[in-house]
């Protein structure tokens, strides 16, 4: 909710199910253009969505690799083919967040960051606002706030840094 009072976007809250990212929750801020791209309890595979493709790209590569071969087709027709997601990859490692522009949705695009709440828990959190919101600049902006946030929630409540593979 803090993430969407302070951005005015709509946030997403995911976890990893095996090759899966699910929605747990999703939260939308004051802009009164709401995106709903995804809705809670819905899944998608890990790479689609800025938070899909957030925990995608901080797991190791070997498993990045599996999860591709299982899935080409539909990663594929998400416009994820191979030198895409390379990039992509390349680009969280560089930022530390992941960036989405009219994938899912034409005119919607996002920003995700993974994290590791607890040996057991990768997530995401993610924006989403219509491309007019979302300049280059301005993701760069919500990628340092997510991340930023995220991190000091972690520390706030055990203590653990955060870790992204």
């Known amino acids: ?33 709401r995106i709903f791209t995804i809705s809670e309890g819905e899944k998608r ?4 969505g800025a938070g899909g493709l957030a925990l995608l790209a901080s797991l190791p590569q070997e498993t990045i690799k599996k999860i591709y071969k299982r899935h080409k087709v539909d990663l594929e027709k998400s416009g994820l083919t191979i030198p895409i997601l390379k990039r992509k990859i390349r680009e969280y490692k560089e930022k530390g967040f992941s960036e989405t522009e009219s994938t899912i949705t034409p005119g919607i695009s996002g920003v995700g960051y993974a994290f590791r709440p607890s040996r057991i828990t990768h997530v995401a959190v993610s924006f989403g606002a219509i ?8 993701r760069n902006e919500l990628g340092e706030l997510i991340k930023y946030e995220c991190d000091n929630w972690l520390r706030a409540t055990d203590g653990t840094p955060p870790s992204t593979s």
């Open 45 to 48: 595979i890990l790479g689609v």
């Open 131 to 138: 491309d007019s919101r979302m300049s280059p600049e301005r």
């Open 1 to 33: 909710m803090r993430l969407a009072r302070m951005s005015g976007d709509t946030v997403f809250l995911v976890i990893r199910q095996g090759d899966y990212a699910l929605c747990l929750a999703r939260e939308h801020g004051d802009f009164p253009v």
